[in-house]
Nanobody, 119 residues
Framework: VQLQASGGGLVQAGGSLRLSCAAS????????PGWYRQAPGKQRELVAQ???????NYADSVKGRFTISRDYAKNTVYLQMNSLKPEDTAVYYC??????????????WGQGTQVTVSS
């Protein structure tokens, strides 16, 4: 079972994209799913996270523009990105602690999806 991120692409500044992250196989659910990004020459950074307590955390640079959400029935996590800026250009990764149908836990990273914002 792996996480698969999708939805990236090329968009003009001010535009929107919605990223999706789903498991490749059958799972019970996610714990603490989050989105991270890594721009060229920079360290990977947390963009948004849904905590196990139900709250959300956002990087200061995306507050008010990005929204993380999840669909429990589809075991999918989303990142709605609005008012995109060129500095949002990066490879975006999803991460979560996956709970399998047998009750096992493991941390998983998606393969990354490229987001490019042109000025």
């Amino acid at each position: 079972v792996q996480l698969q991120a999708s939805g990236g692409g090329l968009v003009q500044a001010g535009g929107s994209l919605r990223l999706s992250c789903a498991a490749s196989g059958s799972i019970f659910g996610f714990i603490g799913p989050g989105w991270y990004r890594q721009a060229p020459g920079k360290q990977r950074e947390l963009v948004a996270q849904l905590t196990s307590g139900g709250s959300t955390n956002y990087a200061d640079s995306v507050k008010g523009r990005f929204t993380i959400s999840r669909d429990y029935a589809k075991n999918t996590v989303y990142l709605q990105m609005n008012s995109l800026k060129p500095e949002d250009t990066a490879v975006y990764y999803c991460n979560a602690r996956v709970v399998t149908t047998t009750g096992a836990f493991f941390d998983s990273w998606g393969q990354g999806t490229q987001v490019t914002v042109s000025s």
